[in-house]
């Protein structure tokens, strides 16, 4: 698994391009884009990684501008796809951290938008987001314990109750991350609609509030993420992934701060 900054809400863009234009409203061409859930496919895990790379670690405000050579690139793609199969691929089985991941395209077809929103269970004593397939064994543990009968006591019941009656030590909140736009597509709301999906996901799934984690030197994502509702949870001082071309680790850490933003709490 990918650490968790590379699933962070990154959106990069210039502060206020994704809120207003100087005179006016966000425009409607973001219309133009159609939004649909991907596939839990390694294909499309894939696909939206590679897009994921230009959209995110190339265009980024939190770095300068950086060049990868092709092995640079393949090795990212593939450590972005095995994040996403990690958070949003199929999974065999019964499954109750349920999540999507959203791709925007334009008319030719071309993907020019993804973000990912799951069910994610959090420990709020310390501060830590489980991994999907963390939160999965946990609730396998408590239902291998139980009698068929038992079992039957807990239909029905979403996933924010059974945490709550079973796993009362966590909560379970929806996650967003992995938000990218095309920089041609920027300024016109387009990373709006996509964020409006993950509340649209969320609220389907009964979840009680949705809750997002963001480099604290992101602050075009700090600025989007306010004007839409998040407010600051907390902040924690943590090591934040940093692009090196060229050098023996591609991904290295340098210390900044982790911000944790939600709404509906």
Same mark, same amino acid.
């Given at each position: 698994?990918?650490?968790?900054?590379?699933?962070?809400?990154?959106?990069?863009?210039?502060?206020?391009?994704?809120?207003?234009?100087?005179?006016?409203?966000?425009?409607?061409?973001?219309?133009?884009?159609?939004?649909?859930?991907?596939?839990?496919?390694?294909?499309?895990?894939?696909?939206?990684?590679?897009?994921?790379?230009?959209?995110?670690?190339?265009?980024?405000?939190?770095?300068?501008?950086?060049?990868?050579?092709?092995?640079?690139?393949?090795?990212?793609?593939?450590?972005?796809?095995?994040?996403?199969?990690?958070?949003?691929?199929?999974?065999?089985?019964?499954?109750?951290?349920?999540?999507?991941?959203?791709?925007?395209?334009?008319?030719?077809?071309?993907?020019?938008?993804?973000?990912?929103?799951?069910?994610?269970?959090?420990?709020?004593?310390?501060?830590?987001?489980?991994?999907?397939?963390?939160?999965?064994?946990?609730?396998?543990?408590?239902?291998?314990?139980?009698?068929?009968?038992?079992?039957?006591?807990?239909?029905?019941?979403?996933?924010?109750?059974?945490?709550?009656?079973?796993?009362?030590?966590?909560?379970?909140? *929806? %996650?967003? $991350?992995? @938000?990218?736009?095309?920089?041609?597509?920027?300024?016109?709301?387009? /990373?709006? +609609? =996509?964020?409006?999906?993950?509340?649209?996901?969320?609220?389907?799934?009964?979840?009680?509030?949705?809750?997002?984690?963001?480099?604290?030197?992101?602050?075009?994502?700090? *600025? %989007?993420? $306010?004007? @839409?509702?998040?407010?600051?949870?907390?902040?924690?001082?943590?090591? /934040?992934? +940093? =692009?090196?071309?060229?050098?023996?680790?591609?991904?290295?850490?340098?210390?900044?701060?982790?911000?944790?933003?939600?709404?509906?709490?």
């Amino acid at each position: 698994m990918l650490p968790l900054v590379v699933g962070l809400s990154g959106f990069h863009a210039p502060l206020g391009s994704a809120t207003r234009h100087r005179h006016g409203p966000v425009l409607s061409a973001a219309a133009e884009y159609e939004i649909r859930p991907a596939k839990g496919t390694e294909d499309q895990m894939a696909e939206a990684a590679e897009f994921f790379v230009d959209g995110f670690w190339l265009a980024g405000t939190t770095t300068g501008a950086v060049e990868l050579s092709g092995s640079e690139r393949s090795q990212l793609t593939k450590l972005s796809t095995d994040d996403m199969m990690g958070r949003y691929g199929d999974l065999v089985g019964q499954r109750r951290l349920r999540s999507k991941l959203y791709v925007a395209r334009d008319g030719a077809g071309a993907l020019v938008g993804c973000v990912g929103v799951e069910a994610a269970m959090i420990d709020m004593v310390d501060r830590r987001v489980l991994t999907r397939a963390q939160g999965e064994a946990l609730f396998a543990q408590e239902f291998a314990a139980m009698g068929g009968s038992e079992r039957g006591l807990y239909r029905g019941l979403s996933v924010a109750e059974l945490t709550e009656t079973l796993l009362p030590e966590y909560k379970v909140f *929806g %996650l967003l $991350a992995n @938000l990218a736009v095309a920089p041609s597509t920027r300024g016109q709301g387009l /990373a709006r +609609r =996509l964020c409006a999906q993950c509340d649209t996901a969320a609220a389907a799934w009964d979840l009680p509030a949705i809750s997002l984690q963001v480099d604290g030197a992101n602050t075009a994502a700090n *600025g %989007l993420y $306010a004007s @839409l509702g998040y407010n600051e949870i907390w902040q924690d001082a943590a090591p /934040a992934l +940093r =692009l090196r071309p060229g050098e023996k680790e591609l991904l290295a850490s340098e210390a900044s701060t982790l911000v944790t933003m939600a709404k509906g709490l």
